[in-house]
Each structure stands twice: as C-alpha cells, then as structure tokens.
C-alpha cells in the first residue's frame, strides 16, 4: 500500500499527465553512488505518468525498464519504491506531444548500456528525448554521462561493467540520468509517495 505525503497537495487523483515519477532506491547501487538527486536523494529511476482514456481514464506509468519501454499500472510502480517523488515540467512544454512521443516508444528494448543515438532507450533517455517545447525544441537539453564518485573518480563497478562487454565507459558522453533530471530548473517537485509496507 502507498500513500501520498503531500509536500504541496499532491495526491494520486492531482497527478497530471507527464508528471514525472522519480524513484529513490532502498538502498545505495551503482547509479546512485555516481548521481544525486534533488535535494541529495538516492534517484535511480524515472517514469512519465499517464492516464489512458483522458482526465478520469486508467492511471499508469511509461517506464523503460527492463525489458522494453512499457505501460505499468500506477500501483505496480508505486510499491516498487520506498519514495516516489513528484516533479512537474513548469518550462514551455507542450505536454500532450511529448507523451504522445514517449508512447511511440513502447517495446523498444530497454538501453542496459545507457548509451546515446542508438535503438534501445534507458528510463530518463525517454524523458530527454521526448519532452519538447510547442515549437518542438527539446526541453532537456542532454548533459554529460557520470560514472565518477565525488572524488572524480570512475567507480570499480562501471570499469568492470563496460570491461567484460569490451567496451570503455562512456564517461562524459552526451546523455542524461535521473537524479540529474530531477534537479533541472525546468521540474518542480511537487509531491512524494511513501510505500507503507
């Protein structure tokens, strides 16, 4: 069971489409040990809500996660996280196109190499890459990749993660991450759900 703790309101009836559903980990992991997120929370996911059939239609989530960009009811993703923090896109975005966009992205696989310009998406990819302005001009511009601690550091972890598929982390390579995301000055948070149990 989930409830909302309103930082502003917020509830599950108040989500509104494109809300952005930032997740934060039960425990420290490879992501959140080279990212932070707003206000130093451990973010390691995003999703993009969505009600199928209008304003009073079905709540899910767009999500890539493994295996593909999919649909998950909103319940299902709620329990999977401790928090769930609620940013809204208050910079010009025309919100029903880039939903729509994210949508034409179902069953694409999931992108477990996190790298730009190829065929399979990884979970704030579908976010960066589909969030545009009325005039179509992406609102998040990309940023750097980060696989360093804070010392500057590339983490043991994605040495060997890159290693053994014969490949050089992508350090510094245009892409995006969640935690970054939820700090861009374009969200507001506006709303976090708690898992009770």
């Given at each position: 069971?989930?409830?909302?703790?309103?930082?502003?309101?917020?509830?599950?009836?108040?989500?509104?489409?494109?809300?952005?559903?930032?997740?934060?980990?039960?425990?420290?992991?490879?992501?959140?040990?080279?990212?932070?997120?707003?206000?130093?929370?451990?973010?390691?996911?995003?999703?993009?809500?969505?009600?199928?059939?209008?304003?009073?239609?079905?709540?899910?989530?767009?999500?890539?996660?493994?295996?593909v960009v999919q649909l998950t009811p909103i319940d299902t993703f709620l329990y999977r996280s401790?928090?769930?923090?609620?940013?809204?896109?208050?910079?010009?975005?025309?919100?029903?196109?880039?939903?729509?966009?994210?949508?034409?992205?179902?069953?694409?696989?999931?992108?477990?190499?996190?790298?730009?310009?190829?065929?399979?998406?990884?979970?704030?990819?579908?976010?960066?890459?589909?969030?545009?302005?009325?005039?179509?001009?992406?609102?998040?511009?990309?940023?750097?990749?980060?696989?360093?601690?804070?010392?500057?550091?590339?983490?043991?972890?994605?040495?060997?993660?890159?290693?053994?598929?014969?490949?050089?982390?992508?350090?510094?390579?245009?892409?995006?991450?969640?935690?970054?995301?939820?700090?861009?000055?374009?969200?507001?948070?506006?709303?976090?759900?708690?898992?009770?149990?």
């Amino acid at each position: 069971m989930c409830v909302a703790l309103p930082l502003a309101g917020q509830s599950l009836q108040e989500l509104q489409e494109g809300d952005l559903l930032f997740c934060c980990a039960d425990t420290a992991n490879a992501i959140t040990a080279v990212t932070s997120g707003v206000e130093e929370l451990p973010i390691d996911h995003v999703a993009v809500f969505h009600r199928i059939g209008g304003e009073r239609g079905i709540p899910f989530v767009v999500e890539a996660i493994q295996p593909v960009v999919q649909l998950t009811p909103i319940d299902t993703f709620l329990y999977r996280s401790p928090h769930v923090i609620v940013g809204r896109v208050t910079a010009d975005c025309s919100m029903e196109r880039s939903v729509k966009k994210c949508i034409t992205m179902l069953d694409k696989p999931y992108d477990d190499l996190y790298l730009p310009g190829d065929s399979a998406v990884y979970c704030s990819e579908l976010v960066q890459l589909n969030y545009v302005t009325s005039d179509g001009s992406l609102v998040f511009a990309p940023v750097p990749m980060s696989f360093h601690d804070d010392n500057g550091r590339v983490t043991d972890y994605w040495i060997e993660f890159y290693r053994q598929r014969g490949m050089t982390v992508p350090e510094g390579e245009p892409g995006t991450n969640p935690g970054e995301l939820s700090r861009r000055p374009q969200i507001t948070i506006i709303g976090k759900f708690t898992r009770t149990r």
